[in-house]
């Protein structure tokens, strides 16, 4: 084993450098960085569901447990040790008017001490309207809460008796929590911020209200591909980019004012990766961007209908070997497109941004089922979110009342509160104890907004004879991250036969860093430690060989060549001994000078 004594200069850089603190803004400023590995974050929801099965998906607390009907003046809602973020906060618009009381604790210091009513109007401190929406009978807000060493939420419970109002009975909520490695840096929530604070607060308030254009911002360098006006003969194939070496496919554009809901369903968006000849996205044009069906024309983040009428993507796709965009014809008949444009960035895409998949799932549910599968994938990475539909004949709106789960790597992390709530709705899209202030809508057809929405909504009590509800939501500021699986699905409520569902689910798969030696995410100062303590011949643990990041069975200068090649690559947990790039770089020639001296 080879040791390496390093120089005091060396050693007093590596203590002095440190990753950046987190605002909690990051997500949205930096549109590109949604690809990228989110390895590290766990995800974690605080919510009213009942731990029992039974529906009473409300006045459920950490502490005390079981089904609260009585009053209680501390009931514990949350409780995190360590480093991490609040990214959604929600509640049913009738249950924030309750004003159920609202404190929060960061790092043992009560920031907060108010009530539902007045947060969630954005009226509280710093709180801004632009993060806090009222829409369709829920409230949500994504202003983060950001604490170093925990977190604690309470609130109260009312009597559930006659002598109150029917939403004071029901404290309904869900909290979205991102909890980050130990030894993170960030900067806590205190009610009021600072400079750097601001200025990225500012920045996310930018992109959320300008939806419907690119929140990447507009580019100086990208490469834009136009397709005319054209028909898509039956059984071919139309390729709209296809773009060689690395880059991100940062904007897809496509007109088809005049297309029949049956030549939407039929003509299909395929993408493919670095010469993959498997398609990570192929998927019908309704489903992809949300459109026909009787769906509104909605403008959130990612994905929507322009104001010119065209449908938009602004996901961003990196590609490290070429990529291919693709509109592909099975049906039997031809199919018209207005124009086609796909606007690429080229050049180096960061070694830890993943690659954009999609997939749709429709089916008819038999008797007995419990649940439809969003999604069910293995692998590495993150998921981003979902369009939804369902129909069914009759007065079915008791569908609603299913739950969301997702399971990561085999442990349940998510279990909501009903359909319309996963949606940031609330009592029914607002059609069951209305409320009319906050600018909510009473007993809303349809309305979106950055992060979700209903583009359709058919159900008794606007007089339809059937049930449908089409609906959109984004985990832009809280996606979900997995390192061997994911299990997406929403609970069939009363395991009705014969009931229409239809889902498209987004995320990222992440390939293996080059240099990430001990899984973690990301390249960094333990994995040159796993390279010096393995020096000389590969031993293996296991399938994992350790420290040989180029498999030719010797642990050695190559191998810490790699690891230095990519300092800082993906995203390894925080440390306060993280050196910068530009120090790595220094570490490398000293290490690779003593190696070689050494020799």
Same mark, same amino acid.
């Not at 309470?154 to 979205?176: L, T, V």
């Given at each position: 084993m080879i040791r390496v004594v390093l120089p005091s200069a060396v050693s007093a850089a590596l203590a002095a450098s440190s990753s950046a603190q987190l605002t909690g803004y990051e997500p949205l400023i930096d549109w590109e960085s949604l690809s990228w590995s989110k390895a590290g974050l766990q995800s974690e929801l605080y919510s009213s569901y009942d731990r029992a099965g039974e529906n009473l998906d409300y006045s459920q607390f950490l502490s005390p447990t079981g089904h609260q009907t009585g009053d209680l003046a501390n009931a514990v809602v949350a409780s995190v040790d360590g480093p991490g973020v609040v990214r959604r906060f929600w509640m049913p618009h009738a249950t924030a008017n309750s004003a159920f009381d609202l404190r929060v604790y960061v790092d043992g210091v009560k920031i907060y001490d108010t009530n539902t009513d007045? /947060?969630?109007?954005?009226?509280?401190? @710093?709180?801004? =309207?632009?993060? +806090? +929406?009222?829409?369709?009978?829920? $409230? +949500?807000? @994504?202003? =983060?809460?950001?604490? $170093?060493?925990?977190?604690?939420?309470?609130?109260? %419970?009312? %009597?559930?008796?006659?002598? %109150? =109002?029917? =939403?004071?009975?029901? %404290? @309904? /909520? $869900?909290?979205?929590?991102?909890a980050l490695p130990a030894g993170a840096r960030v900067v806590p929530t205190t009610g009021t911020l600072d400079a750097n604070q601001l200025a990225a607060r500012n920045q996310a308030l930018q992109v959320v209200q300008s939806a419907g254009t690119n929140p990447a911002g507009a580019s100086g360098t990208a490469v834009l591909s136009l397709t005319s006006p054209q028909s898509i003969a039956a059984g071919s194939t139309l390729t709209l980019a296809s773009p060689g070496g690395s880059g991100t496919v940062r904007a897809l554009n496509l007109m088809m004012a005049g297309a029949t809901d049956a030549e939407l369903d039929a003509l299909r968006l395929r993408v493919r990766y670095d010469g993959d000849t498997t398609n990570a996205i192929d998927i019908p044009i309704s489903q992809f961007f949300g459109v026909g069906a009787g769906r509104f024309d909605y403008q959130s983040l990612p994905l929507g209908v322009a104001d010119d009428g065209s449908f938009y993507s602004y996901w961003p796709m990196p590609f490290r070997q070429g990529a291919v965009v693709e509109l592909h014809n099975p049906s039997g008949a031809p199919i018209a497109i207005d124009s086609a444009g796909v606007e690429v960035e080229p050049g180096q895409v960061a070694p830890q941004a993943g690659y954009l998949h999609a997939v749709y799932h429709e089916q008819t549910t038999v008797a007995d089922q419990e649940h439809h599968q969003l999604l069910d994938v293995q692998g590495k990475g993150h998921y981003v979110g979902n369009l939804l539909w369902f129909e069914a004949s009759g007065n079915r709106r008791r569908l609603l009342e299913g739950d969301d789960i997702i399971t990561v790597d085999g442990t349940e992390v998510l279990f909501g509160t009903g359909m319309e709530d996963a949606y940031n709705g609330g009592y029914y899209y607002n059609h069951v104890v209305v409320q009319t202030d906050d600018g909510d809508i009473p007993n809303p057809e349809s309305g979106g907004g950055p992060f979700a929405g209903l583009m359709r909504l058919d159900i008794n009590t606007l007089g339809d004879t059937q049930t449908r509800a089409d609906q959109y939501r984004w985990l832009i500021a809280d996606p979900v991250a997995f390192d061997q699986s994911i299990d997406v699905k929403i609970e069939n409520f009363d395991q009705l036969a014969n009931i229409d569902f239809g889902s498209t689910a987004f995320y990222y798969l992440i390939d293996a860093i080059a240099g990430d030696l001990n899984g973690d995410g990301g390249v960094g100062i333990d994995d040159l430690d796993i390279v010096l303590r393995n020096w000389g011949p590969a031993a293996r643990l296991g399938d994992w060989t350790i420290g040989d990041a180029t498999n030719d069975g010797w642990v050695g200068e190559d191998d810490l060549q790699v690891v230095l090649d990519n300092w800082n690559a993906g995203n390894p947990p925080p440390s306060v001994n993280v050196p910068e790039p530009g120090t790595a770089a220094v570490l490398g020639a000293v290490l690779l000078g003593a190696v070689r001296r050494r020799r």
């Open positions: 007045a /947060y969630l109007d954005g009226t509280v401190g @710093y709180v801004d =309207p632009l993060l +806090t +929406t009222t829409l369709l009978g829920g $409230q +949500t807000s @994504y202003e =983060p809460i950001v604490f $170093q060493e925990s977190l604690l939420i309470e609130s109260n %419970n009312f %009597n559930d008796s006659a002598s %109150n =109002p029917f =939403p004071k009975r029901r %404290n @309904y /909520y $869900q909290h979205n929590v991102h």
